[in-house]
């Protein structure tokens, strides 16, 4: 693994712990091993370095998300692997880690306009795909929204990213998977 790479792993893992207001150049020197200085070398300004990081992260969030999305599975199961995304933030940590994207849109303020398109572009493209999954979902009958389509996915994603702060403050995996099974059990048929 390349430095820039090591440098962007431990700046992912630091901002979904402590936000991006919380983490500076020299966490990240220390946590890779190198001096401050090479730090600014890979990435002048931090805002240089949330931009390359939100692009990574966006691009293989997207990946996931459209490999769920465009799955021959039910709507339901599909929606149900969407949220399972979510829980699996919390799997490999200490309970303290929140969604990279859903910590930033709580520091838009910090943020410059290249990293606040990046956050929207994350919003813009998981609400879009949890739109195909929803109609996927009414067209075979196992999903059945009492709100339009887009209204219904905003609401998924505004309820994953709350639920996982409420999660991350009590109740941890158990509380995410009971907050993503609610949702589902609102949006099912019958």
Known sequence: MSTKENILNVAQDLIQRRGVNGMSYQDLADAVGIRKASVHHHFASKSD??????????AQFDQAVAQIA????????RLKRYLDLFVNILE?????????????MAE???L??????????????????VCKMIDAG????????????AATADLVLATL?????????????KRMKTINDRLLGLLSSG
């Open 49 to 58: 370095m949330v931009a390359a990081l939100l692009q990574r992260f966006n």
């Open 70 to 77: 465009n799955g021959s599975a039910s709507g339901r199961t």
């Open 92 to 104: 490999g940590s200490k309970l303290d880690k929140v969604c990279v994207c859903g910590v930033l």
């Open 108 to 110: 838009i303020a910090s």
């Open 112 to 129: 410059d306009e290249q990293g606040i398109q990046h956050v929207r572009d994350f919003l813009h493209s998981n609400v879009q795909q």
């Open 138 to 149: 009414i067209e075979d009958g196992s999903l059945a929204p009492n709100q339009t389509v």
């Open 161 to 173: 990213e709350g639920g996982l702060l409420m999660a991350r403050c009590d109740g941890g995996r």
